[in-house]
Every structure is written in structure tokens, then in C-alpha cells.
């Protein structure tokens, strides 16, 4: 089948940390047989303003047109502003990029789009999906529901993407209900969660950490950025105090734009994976962890608490239970051989979509 994938999010020439969930998704579509083409639009800026948040990093100088795990993308520009004071402007924008798109496929044209993220690559892929008559999927993952859909100037915009796409995915069970609150039709909303796609050489199975109790160094890996506030990096950093107070030498270690391997790298290395966040859709890098055989603690947040022991899934932010979850995952023992859910690997999640996809064109 042919399909066009369009999202905000796709890793760029200078940044490939940039919405990898998106690209293993496309990848995956392709080892199924799928002519699959990417559209990212951009935002027009400048380099300075790529600090404002992690994922603009390599936006502002990003190439129109390049390639990415064999898979040719096309990043067209459009107008926008900081919190989005002027939806109109922006959408107009967006949909400005059709003849260039056009231009760019040339007498190719899909016959399925997916759309992940809403906002505003739901507004252009759903102006496609209609000037070509074909059905369109949308994705969605953490900000469209949790922040779009209640957002003073975008919630319109988005809830109106949200009931428009002939079929929708939420990645996690929470946010196909947030979905079905905003006027999404249950009928028409599958959860598929996104697949992990750490490569053969990393993987690892929990073993029991071999640490001398509280006298010991452990490594903590934060798997985030932490100038991205919904991440919550000072929690984290109080958890870890609250260890280096019982008597651990504690490491810290962040994640920002470093490459795939170097992010699976440190997770082999990590004692344990803390997540402190104030919302997410999944999330993927807890599920990466443990294939790395790296234990997770985490806030319950996204969809940990369908496959974490339950001690290792806090539910108040405090960071002395955090601290207390991590002590619990260095003593655990594994002798349960326990393992991340095989609903988590690339072909169950795309059994799901082939079947998702058969549905629309038939």
C-alpha cells in the first residue's frame, strides 16, 4: 500500500533524536511492504529560537528535502508563533505547502495517510486527505490530548482534526479515553502502542544488581531532557539525594540529542531508569529500558502501570517513594523472569496496523 506519514516530529539531518517513535513506525511500515513517503513540516524560524524547546534543535537550517532510513522526507515551511496566538494563520500556512507536495510526489499519490500529532500536521494532512479522496489515520500521542485539546487558542483546531480523521490511534489506552471524552467516536479508535525498536545487540535481560547495599555507586538514568519542564528533572534530583541520605554514591545521567545507540548504550549501563514526569503518552524510552535489562521506576504516568511491578510505579510525586521504588528495584531479584509484554514488539503493533489500514481502504 502507499502511504504518506506526516507529523511535526521527524528526525533531521542534525538532530536525529527528533521524533524517533515516528520514524521507527515508518521504517516498520516499509519492512511490511509499504510504499510509505514522509511529509515534516517546519516551522519558519531562527537559529536562536530553537532553545525555546529540545525538539526544535535543527529546525531553523533543516534541508527542504532529504532522506532518512531510505525513506525520502520533505520538510515544507510554515508560519507560526510562539504559543499560537493566531490558529488561522498557521493553518492557512500549512496548507499552503499543497503544490509543493504535489510537486515533490510527482504522479505518485498514497493511498492512506497517516497523520501523527494534531497539531498543525492534522490540519494539512486532512486538506490532502480530501483534495486526493483518500482516508486518513490520525496518531496521537502526548501533547494534542493532555495540553492541545484544552489549549485557549488550538483546543478548537484540534478537536475538530479529532472527530474529522476516518480512523484514530491513541498510543495508550488513557488516551483513547481522553479521546472519546473530547467527541471521538469509540467505534472509530483503536490503542496501539508505539513499538520498541531497540536493535538485537543491545538487548539484555533484568538481572539482580550486584551492589553493596546503600554503600555502593548506583547510576540513576534520567531518559529525558531536562529543559523540558513537563519532564520534571528536580524531582528526580530530590529522589536522588533522598539515596545519597541512605548512604548510595549517586550518578545522574540525562538523555538529549544523542544518537539511538548512544541512548541504549547508557541504559546498559544504568543501575536504574527514573521517570518523573508530569504527563506521557507512553512512555517509550521505559520500555526501551527494559529491554536493556535496566529496571524502571516511574511516576504513574502514560501506560507503565499495565506491565511495571507495581512497586516500581508511584502514584504521589514524592521523592522519598521514589526513592524507596528505587531501592526496591536494586534488591528485586528477577527470578520471575521478568520481561516487557510481547504486545510491545514491532510485530504485534504492526499486525494491529495492517489490519487498521486493510479497514480504510476497503
Not at 97 to 120: F, G, M, N, Q, V
Not at 143 to 157: C, F, I, Y
Request: glycine letters at 4%; a neutral charge.
Amino acid at each position: 500500500m502507499r502511504i504518506l506519514l506526516v507529523s511535526l516530529l521527524y528526525p533531521l539531518p542534525t538532530n536525529a533524536a527528533r521524533g524517533t517513535f515516528v520514524a521507527d513506525h515508518a521504517l516498520a511500515l516499509k519492512k511490511n511492504g509499504h510504499d510509505v513517503r514522509v511529509i515534516n513540516p517546519l516551522p519558519r524560524m531562527m537559529k536562536y529560537q530553537e532553545a525555546r524547546r529540545s525538539t526544535l534543535t535543527g529546525v531553523a537550517k533543516a534541508p527542504k528535502q532529504f532522506e532518512h532510513g531510505d525513506i525520502e522526507v520533505l520538510a515544507p515551511r510554515y508560519t507560526a508563533f510562539p504559543d499560537h496566538p493566531w490558529p488561522s494563520i498557521t493553518k492557512w500556512s500549512v496548507r499552503r505547502s499543497t503544490k509543493s507536495i504535489e510537486s515533490w510526489l510527482k504522479d505518485w499519490r498514497p493511498e492512506a495517510i497517516i497523520c501523527h500529532t494534531l497539531w498543525p500536521a492534522g490540519v494539512l494532512a486532512q486538506h490532502l486527505a480530501q483534495r486526493w479522496q483518500v482516508p486518513w489515520t490520525g496518531v496521537v500521542h502526548g501533547w494534542d490530548v493532555d495540553v492541545g485539546l484544552e489549549h485557549e487558542s488550538v483546543a478548537a483546531s484540534v478537536k475538530s482534526s479529532l472527530c474529522a480523521a476516518d480512523h484514530m490511534v491513541a498510543v495508550s489506552k488513557r488516551l483513547a479515553e481522553r479521546c472519546i471524552e473530547f467527541g471521538r467516536s469509540p467505534d472509530a479508535i483503536s490503542v496501539i502502542p508505539c513499538h520498541v525498536a531497540v536493535e538485537e545487540e543491545w538487548l539484555k535481560p533484568m538481572l539482580p544488581s550486584r551492589k553493596r547495599w546503600r554503600k555502593s555507586n548506583i547510576d540513576v538514568l534520567f531518559p529525558s531532557d531536562p529543559r523540558r519542564p513537563e519532564k520534571n528533572h528536580l524531582l528526580a534530583l530530590k529522589a536522588c539525594e533522598a539515596l545519597e541520605g541512605r548512604g548510595w554514591i549517586v550518578g545522574v545521567t540525562t538523555l538529549k540529542q544523542q544518537p539511538r545507540p548512544i541512548v541504549w548504550d547508557r541504559m546498559l549501563v544504568a543501575d536504574v531508569t527514573l521517570i518523573t514526569s508530569k504527563r506521557e503518552s507512553g512512555p517509550l524510552v521505559a520500555k526501551e529500558s527494559m529491554v536493556c535489562g535496566t529496571p524502571v521506576v516511574s511516576l504513574d504516568v502514560g501506560d507503565v502501570s499495565e506491565y511495571l511491578p507495581p512497586w516500581a510505579v508511584v502514584e504521589k510525586a514524592d521523592h522519598e517513594l521514589l526513592a524507596d521504588a528505587c531501592e526496591e528495584a536494586l534488591k528485586a531479584r528477577w527470578e520471575d523472569g521478568f520481561a516487557l509484554p510481547e504486545a510491545y514488539g514491532e510485530e504485534a503493533v504492526m499486525l494491529q496496523w495492517n489490519a487498521v489500514l486493510e479497514g480504510l481502504v476497503e
